[in-house]
């Protein structure tokens, strides 16, 4: 959380409880300030500045610097006057209420998220073949993120694929899943999510997961880029688990994934069935590497497997001692260290060399 906070400045008193309510509604405590001399001493610190019509004009008389972040509400359709305050304060939007009523809670939400220490960064990761472990590598890619201390948010896109929420242990823990999280698109704040979605403790990290259930039926894409975008603004890391198959939601993480790990068996069919799976997602603007799972039965080298699909190299790895029967008993084990975690920090620094794909629209 920012310590700074909204500041309000209204007269009109119905006006304000709205706009109070609105800002409880996002979990957004508000600094009001009783006139424009006050408002004076915030104006530059402030995270966002709300003013009725009245306070715009009185602002906009006083000289107050353009800034970014100047928002003038009104009660219904704004009169010309309202326009005209908020063109001469340089106001970013005139807000009507109550039909901006859902666009200001999102905003009050975003303006209390702490900007992250770094850039925000999705990552999705996909299996050449059926089995080849996606959902593990994913899961272990997120916690090696968590080790290091970035707030990471580990998202399930395969609604086949029985739910992340099982293979870490946690699907008796309370927490909204995708089928009844209450997301149609638009701004959300990665804070609400941290505090609503279930959560694996790793040691003194966590890791919050959205999962699928056991229902079928997977996110929007719209719900899916709402939850990708709220990680970025907010400098969080953002792991994917995606389907082979192209759905409409797993494209909206590719089209915005700085990078997208490709995990192959080091098998000649296990290529072949990799190759389609490249191409549709090369097809669509993934940013592909790749990561070959050994052992090789017939030799091929990671080498080999990278020449064949024509893709970057990242690293390759061996199998996880214990991990089927860890699986089997419902709890996937995600160390400081082996074969897998040493998989996931591979990934990771593949991840920091990327060029990000850019900010949150």
Known sequence: MTTARPLVVARDGDLLDDLLRLAAAAGCEVERAPDATAVRQR??????????????????????????????????????????????????????????????????????ESPGPVVGRILAVCAGRGGAGASVLAAAVAAAAAHRGSRTLLVDCDPHGGGLDLLLGIEERQGPRWPVLALTGGRVAAASLHATLPTVQLGDAALTVLSCDRSGKGPSPAAVAAVLEAGRRAGDTVVCDLPRYPTDAALTVLGRADLTVLLVPAEVRACAAASGVARAALEHGARLGLLVRGPAPGGLTPADVATALDL???????????????????????????????????VLTAADRAEPMGGAA
């Not at 860890?326 to 082996?338: T, V, Y």
Request: hydrophobic share 50%.
């Open 312 to 346: 970057p190299l990242l690293a390759a790895t061996r199998p996880e001692p214990g991990l089927e029967r860890a699986l089997d008993r419902g709890r996937l084990p995600l160390r400081r260290r082996g074969p897998l975690a040493g998989a996931a920090r591979a």
């Open 43 to 112: 104006w530059t610190t402030a995270p966002l500045v709300l003013l009725d019509g009245y306070a715009a004009t009185d602002c906009a008389a006083g000289a107050l610097p353009r800034r970014h972040g100047v928002l003038v509400f009104c009660s219904g359709e704004p009169p010309p006057p309202v326009w005209q305050a908020a063109v001469a304060v340089g106001a970013e939007r005139v807000l009507a209420l109550p039909a901006a009523e859902s666009w200001l809670i999102s905003r009050f939400a975003d303006a209390i």
